[in-house]
């Protein structure tokens, strides 16, 4: 199995509590839930993984099929978010790094449609807001979300 650098990192770290609640939980009952794989590459799992290496323990995988590596972290994104124990610094990180992927994909297959609505229907469809969607994915207003997105492009030792 292979641990991604780029992968692993969109992931954010447990408090030390929450490692050593885990690492317990795997040395008494064993890894229950299993670690999901795309091919080689582990996309979810990785504390859980460390510490079966660590200990020897046994663990299951499940696979995933993504497109290209834009899927694959748009999954991670989604997968994140429903954690409990997120900030809304921790869903704001993810809801752009998600977005990120959602344009990178979209300008891909931007000349792919052949259900182009005609003009004068365009009038009549409310305007596609990404910045909308993805901030009511993570429970969070547009304007929060675009602060949190104008401060990490421009004021990345402030984000950090």
């Given at each position: 199995?292979?641990?991604?650098?780029?992968?692993?990192?969109?992931?954010?770290?447990?408090?030390?509590?929450?490692?050593?609640?885990?690492?317990?939980?795997?040395?008494?009952?064993?890894?229950?839930?299993?670690?999901?794989?795309?091919?080689?590459?582990?996309?979810?799992?990785?504390?859980?993984?460390?510490?079966?290496?660590?200990?020897?323990?046994?663990?299951?995988?499940?696979?995933?099929?993504?497109?290209?590596?834009?899927?694959?972290?748009i999954w991670i994104f989604d997968n994140q978010l429903g954690r409990r124990n997120l900030t809304d610094a921790w869903k704001a990180e993810l809801a752009?790094?998600?977005?990120?992927?959602?344009?990178?994909?979209?300008?891909?297959?931007?000349?792919?449609r052949t259900d182009l609505l005609s003009l004068n229907d365009k009038r009549l469809e409310p305007g596609h807001n990404t910045q909308k969607e993805i901030?009511?994915?993570?429970?969070?207003?547009?304007?929060?979300?675009?602060?949190?997105?104008?401060?990490?492009?421009?004021?990345?030792?402030?984000?950090?």
């Amino acid at each position: 199995m292979t641990v991604d650098p780029e992968f692993k990192a969109l992931i954010p770290p447990l408090s030390e509590d929450e490692y050593r609640g885990l690492e317990a939980s795997i040395v008494a009952e064993g890894c229950r839930d299993a670690l999901v794989v795309w091919g080689d590459i582990l996309i979810d799992g990785h504390n859980r993984y460390e510490i079966c290496q660590r200990h020897g323990i046994e663990y299951r995988t499940v696979g995933k099929e993504f497109e290209g590596r834009h899927e694959a972290r748009i999954w991670i994104f989604d997968n994140q978010l429903g954690r409990r124990n997120l900030t809304d610094a921790w869903k704001a990180e993810l809801a752009l790094g998600r977005k990120a992927d959602l344009l990178e994909i979209g300008k891909a297959t931007q000349g792919e449609r052949t259900d182009l609505l005609s003009l004068n229907d365009k009038r009549l469809e409310p305007g596609h807001n990404t910045q909308k969607e993805i901030a009511d994915s993570i429970g969070m207003s547009t304007g929060k979300l675009a602060q949190a997105e104008y401060v990490k492009e421009r004021a990345p030792e402030v984000w950090e």
